[in-house]
Nanobody, 125 residues
């Protein structure tokens, strides 16, 4: 599967943005998948993920502000109440090994074996 993100850009603090991840290839809905981010000078951070049953898990840093969803070959991240701390490169990724159901799915970096190129989000104060 190949992944391609879009929707990044610049937004003011308190604003909203929706990111899209388009997947090409088969069995996309069988994978757990998610959104991950890396701020300049920082390490990768988990954002939100969807397991193979369609249940979502959120990191504490985005819970209540971000919503992950999927529709056919697309995965979305609706982001609201953005702050400057949300400025980062956002990437979608998937674990193509086996279907996974549970909040632990797609949480291990070494299990994520398909990545998009990323889309950058800048939040201005």
């Amino acid at each position: 599967v190949q992944l391609a993100e879009s929707g990044g850009g610049s937004v003011q603090s308190g604003g909203s943005l929706r990111l899209s991840c388009e997947a090409s290839g088969s069995n996309w809905r069988n994978y757990c998948k998610g959104w991950y981010r890396q701020a300049p000078g920082s390490g990768r951070e988990r954002g939100a993920s969807i397991d193979s049953a369609g249940s979502a898990t959120y990191a504490d840093s985005v819970k209540g502000r971000f919503t992950i969803s999927q529709d056919n070959n697309f995965m979305y991240l609706q982001m609201s109440s953005l702050t400057v701390e949300d400025t980062a490169m956002y990437s979608c990724a998937a674990d193509r090994s086996v279907p996974c159901v549970g909040s632990w799915c797609c949480q291990r970096w070494d299990a994520l074996d398909a990545w998009g190129q990323g889309t950058f989000v800048t939040v201005h104060s």
